[in-house]
C-alpha cells in the first residue's frame, strides 16, 4: 500500500493541510503525489456517502438543517478516514496509472502493490446482482450527476410516472405508489439519473443491471454492494431505457418471470411486506433494503406527492 503521510486524524476541513502539501511537493514531489492521490480517494468516498445519504429518506423528527450540517462534517471525516490504510485501492491506481504514463517516476514496490490488487479475484456477490457476461467496457459510458434532474420535486416525480405505475402495477397486482417508491428509493426521485457520457438519460428508474440475456443499450455505473453486510464500491453495467413506461415495462416483466418475486404481488400486502419480499428475493444486497424500501413508501413525502 502506498506510503503516504497519515491525513486521517486531521480535520477533513483543515485548511493548514494544504499549505503542508505544498511545502511537500517541493520537498519530496513523489511523496506528495501519494498524499494527493490518498485524498482523491476520501472525495471519491465522500461522494459515495452523500449519494448513499440522499437515498434514505429525511422524514424523522430529528432532521433537521443543523442536522444535515454535522451529518455532512462526520461524513467528510468519514471518508478522510475510510481512505488511509488499504482504502478502496483507487490512491494506488491512480499513482500507478501517472507513472505509467511518465508523469511521474515510476516506483516499483507501488506498481507491485497495486498490481496485486487488481489482481484480486473480483468479490462474489448474490446471483441476482451479477452481470454474467457485460459488454465491453468501451462500450460502456459514464454516471454522472445531472446537473438538471428530470423531476424538479417528488409531487413532479408521482404525476410524470403516475400513469406508468398504474400500468405495471394492474399487471402484477401491485398499488402504483409501492411500485413509485421503490422507482424513488432507486432514483433519489429521480434526482440521481444515470446518464451517459453525452448527458443522455438511461431512465433507468429501478437500478436494473444488464446481463447476458440483455440486449438493449448499457450504461457503466459507480454503485454500492454489500458482501456480508460490509459495503463495497464496485462499477457495474445498468439497462438503458427508451422510456419511462418502457423503464416500469421491463421492471414489470422482471418480477413476474422470475418466480422469487410472486410472494410480493396478487395478494393484499402491506408495504412493509412488499418490501420484505423484495429484499428476501434478492432485489438488493443491502441488509437495510427492506426498511429503507418501506420507509419512503409510508413517508409524509409520498403521502403529499400522492395527495397533490
Same mark, same amino acid.
Given at each position: ?140 459510458? %459514464?454516471? #454522472?450527476?445531472? *446537473? !438538471?434532474?428530470?423531476?424538479? @420535486? ?10 406508468? +405505475? ?50 438493449? %443499450?448499457? #450504461?457503466?455505473? *459507480? !454503485?454500492?454492494?454489500?458482501? @456480508? ?10 439497462? +438503458? ?68
Amino acid at each position: 500500500m502506498i506510503g503516504t503521510q497519515d491525513i486521517s486524524s486531521r480535520f477533513a476541513l483543515d485548511v493548514q493541510s494544504v499549505d503542508k502539501l505544498r511545502l511537500q511537493v517541493k520537498q519530496d514531489p513523489d511523496a506528495a503525489l501519494k498524499a494527493v492521490a490518498q485524498q482523491f480517494e476520501g472525495i471519491f468516498m465522500n461522494m459515495m456517502l452523500k449519494s448513499m445519504r440522499e437515498a434514505t429518506p429525511k422524514d424523522g423528527m430529528l432532521d433537521s438543517e443543523q442536522g444535515n450540517l454535522y451529518t455532512q462534517l462526520f461524513d467528510q471525516q468519514l471518508a478522510q478516514k475510510l481512505s488511509t490504510g488499504k482504502g478502496l485501492g483507487v490512491a494506488d491506481m491512480l499513482v500507478k496509472q501517472l507513472a505509467r504514463s511518465g508523469l511521474v517516476a515510476s516506483n516499483p514496490n507501488l506498481e507491485k502493490a497495486a498490481q496485486e490488487k487488481i489482481a484480486q479475484p473480483p468479490m462474489v456477490l448474490e446471483k441476482s446482482k451479477q452481470i454474467d457476461s457485460p459488454k465491453p467496457l468501451q462500450q460502456w459510458t %459514464e454516471r #454522472v450527476e445531472s *446537473a !438538471t434532474p428530470a423531476f424538479k @420535486n417528488p409531487k413532479e416525480f408521482v404525476d410524470k410516472l403516475w400513469p406508468h +405505475a398504474v400500468e405495471a402495477g394492474k399487471e402484477l397486482g401491485i398499488p402504483p405508489h409501492f411500485l413509485l417508491g421503490q422507482a424513488a428509493l432507486e432514483s433519489g426521485w429521480g434526482k440521481r439519473a444515470i446518464r451517459g457520457q453525452d448527458g443522455q438519460d438511461s431512465l433507468n428508474l429501478f437500478g436494473i443491471k444488464a446481463g447476458a440475456k440483455w440486449g438493449g %443499450e448499457v #450504461v457503466a455505473a *459507480a !454503485t454500492t454492494e454489500y458482501v @456480508n453486510g460490509v459495503p463495497q464500491a464496485r462499477r457495474e453495467g445498468f439497462r +438503458a431505457y427508451g422510456s419511462y413506461a418502457e423503464s416500469f415495462r421491463d421492471y414489470a416483466a422482471l418480477l413476474r418471470n422470475n418466480p422469487r418475486y410472486q410472494g410480493a404481488f396478487g395478494q393484499d400486502i402491506d408495504a412493509a411486506g412488499f418490501a420484505r419480499v423484495m429484499q428476501q428475493a434478492g432485489y438488493a444486497t443491502d441488509p437495510m433494503y427492506a426498511s429503507k424500501l418501506a420507509r419512503v413508501v409510508n413517508s409524509e413525502t409520498m403521502r403529499q406527492a400522492l395527495a397533490g
